[in-house]
């Protein structure tokens, strides 16, 4: 089947919050000296919080820390500077509070890699395949993630594919940004930063006299070069003295190598971009605690905008992350193959000295219906119910940029059936199908090609569902494998069940598969599950499966914006190539689904105790539904404290 022009309509929503293309700036960025420039500036942010002095006693000079206290760095002639200076920051700062305790502590640097790659994710521009950033960017990517150290994520000059570890990310959770504020470009304001917190974190366009200053004393130029991130670390009554990290054969002010004075009048004319950090105190157990979703009782005082996506680290190791059927390398939340590598390892080991009590691995796969940050919520909310159940999860986010493109044809069909038949009718429904059919269809139909490209031979679901399961093949005990879906979910599973006999070394049957208002159709489900439920004996035999609908009636009460029943029904009657397609979640068609032993259908409305979803998005909300799912997993209902609690199943 061909691509449909829907993917176009997707990739532009995804890079919708993406303002500047580097491609005319850092690909070919200028060099001086033979090193990279290709720092940019900040995007204005309106949000940002600026650094206010504070009424202190300002030193008539301030001396740059000693280089046991900030060691010099060489960047090499990798673009990495805004890592590098960052790095430099937040060793300096943490050897500060450290020492004021133990003079003799030990303190690691802060990954220079880490920073920079985690810079480039947050940056204002799209995709991550280029060199260079913005400090801005390397304040969010720390701010989300924290640092690790260098032992642990050493710094090689040229690096390529560096992939996010959960080794790095735990390392990470050491060391937080606690607040960062941008500075006015006032040379008071500079100077009572400095003497509050002892560094700052600066960008300017810097010009040929940064070639070789003479004793460290850099000349003004009209001749600029590019774009480039340092650190403040004192001053004179002539100028700031800079920390660089072009090795200790650059600078020489004061005979300290590394250290230049940049002259006032000069950081007046090529300054851009400051900023003033404070560390966060150390709190590894409870670092994803520090962005949470508000309580009931915080959203009435703030609101629902303190809603932040998840970290990275915290569903690192629990995502398998798609997008045209291949694995996602970069951006926020990347799940390359290196990563799921050794998520598999972990898995492998199951020896007394890695203390971990799983019997079960599920399958997760989400409705394909919301973006990266509401599937991460779910993730982040979910991973922990179940890995307290002997559980481990592994959750699909799969990126259709269904909902974008769906919110724009309820919109541009809604105003043209109001127009036709008013608001109110009660043609107005089957109007809105009709008017929606065209690009509905297409969008629905990109989705599903999404879903079987993961799973050819090349894709990247099959790909990572091999290494995964080729790693729980090496446990003395392996895991029992569960498939979960949700909605569209249903379509991915089905594939993933085909793939099944090439990816499953141990030849055994899934478990379980649970499937939430399924979207696939009858027919998907007739060719892909039904022929192996009851199955015991081989790698494409599925044992038991469960099934949560909605009765029709909650079907008919739904709606999606202004069309006023469920989605299942949009589908079904406008997105399907025939019309009033039969699906599987429902109940309109049950007729027309065969039964089997080990397949049972609960219903929503029907069925209280078991599951009591009111609308079709609503029953991985539905606590019932959620603990029932758990039920079938462990074989048994599980205990009301490692249940899924009422605030487990919200805040997504």
């Known amino acids: 089947m061909s691509k ?16 500047t293309d580097p491609s005319k700036t850092l690909d070919a960025a200028p060099r001086l000296a033979n090193r990279v420039l290709n720092v940019q500036p900040d995007a204005t942010d309106l949000r940002d919080r600026i650094y206010e002095p504070a009424l202190l006693d300002l030193a008539l000079r301030l001396d740059p820390p000693t280089a046991d206290m900030s060691p010099i760095r060489d960047q090499g002639h990798e673009g990495a500077c805004t890592g590098f200076a960052l790095s430099s920051a937040i060793t300096l700062m943490n050897r500060i509070r450290h020492r004021r305790i133990d003079p003799t502590a030990s303190v690691p640097i802060a990954s220079p890699r880490m920073l920079y790659e985690m810079a480039k ?26 640092a690790c150290s260098e032992d642990v994520a ?23 940004l606690g607040a960062y504020y941008r500075l006015r470009p006032e040379v008071n304001d500079y100077h009572a930063a400095l003497n509050e917190v002892g560094v700052i974190y600066v960008s300017a366009q810097i010009h040929r006299g940064w070639q070789n200053p003479a004793k460290g004393d850099i000349k003004p130029s009209h001749l600029t070069e590019g774009g480039h991130a340092f650190i403040i670390v004192g001053y004179d009554d002539i100028g700031f003295l800079i920390q660089n990290s072009w090795g200790e054969s650059w600078g020489g002010f004061g005979k300290r190598p590394g250290i230049a004075r940049w002259r006032y009048e000069d950081w007046a004319a090529t300054v851009m971009d400051a900023w003033v950090l404070r560390l966060a105190v150390p709190t590894p157990d409870a670092f994803d605690l520090t962005i949470t979703e508000p309580t009931p009782e915080s959203e009435s005082l703030f609101g629902t905008q303190s809603v932040r996506a998840p970290r ?6 629990h995502i398998i992350h798609l997008n045209d059927g291949k694995l996602v390398e970069t951006g926020k939340y990347p799940s390359p193959l290196t990563t799921i590598k050794e998520t598999a390892d972990l898995l492998a080991d199951d020896t007394a000295a890695a203390d971990r009590s799983y019997q079960h691995l599920v399958f997760y796969a989400h409705g394909g219906l919301n973006n990266s940050a509401a599937s991460a919520n779910r993730v982040r909310k979910m991973k922990d119910v179940f890995k307290r159940n002997g559980i481990y999860p592994i959750h699909f986010m799969w990126e259709t940029g269904f909902f974008e493109s769906l919110t724009d044809v309820i919109v541009n069909s809604r105003d043209k059936a109001e127009a036709r038949v008013g608001g109110l009718s009660d043609f107005f429904d089957r109007v809105l199908e009709s008017i929606a059919r065209g690009p509905g269809t297409a969008i629905w139909r990109d989705m599903k090609w999404d879903a079987n490209q993961s799973f050819k031979a090349s894709g990247g679901g099959r790909k990572a569902l091999k ?11 392996p895991l029992k494998v569960h498939l979960v879906g949700h909605s569209a979910g249903s379509i991915l599973l089905a594939h993933l069940l085909d793939a099944m006999d090439a990816a499953n070394p141990l030849k055994t049957p899934v478990e379980s598969c649970s499937l939430m208002a399924p979207a696939c159709t009858i027919d998907l489900f007739k060719k892909s599950y039904h022929p192996r439920i009851g199955k015991t004996g081989a790698a494409s035999g599925l044992k038991n499966l469960v099934q949560y609908n909605l009765i029709d009636q909650r079907e008919q009460d739904d709606k999606v914006g202004p069309y006023r029943k469920s989605l299942l029904y949009f589908v079904s009657n406008a997105f399907e190539d025939e019309k009033k397609m039969p699906l599987l979640g429902m109940e309109k068609f049950v007729g027309e689904v065969p039964t089997k032993t080990g397949y049972t259908i609960h219903y929503a409305g029907r069925a209280p105790s078991i599951t009591d979803s009111e609308t079709h998005g609503g029953f991985d909300n539905d606590r ?7 039920k079938t997993i462990l074989g048994k209902k599980p205990t009301t404290a490692k249940g899924f609690q009422p605030d487990e199943v919200r805040g997504y």
């Open 121 to 146: 994710i947050n940056d204002e521009w799209p995709g991550e395949d280029y060199e260079g950033s913005s400090i801005r960017g390397a304040l969010k990517g720390f701010y989300n993630n924290g």
């Open 4 to 19: 449909s022009p829907a993917k176009s309509r997707k990739s532009k929503s995804m890079a919708a919050k993406k303002t």
């Open 154 to 176: 050493p710094y090689k000059d040229g690096q390529k594919n560096w992939a996010l570890t959960v080794k790095h990310a735990k390392d990470a959770r050491h060391v937080g």
């Open 467 to 477: 290494v995964l399961l080729d790693g729980n093949a090496k446990r003395s005990k």
């Open 312 to 317: 990275h680290e915290d569903i690192i190791g």
């Open 624 to 630: 019932k539904t959620m603990n029932d799912i758990l």
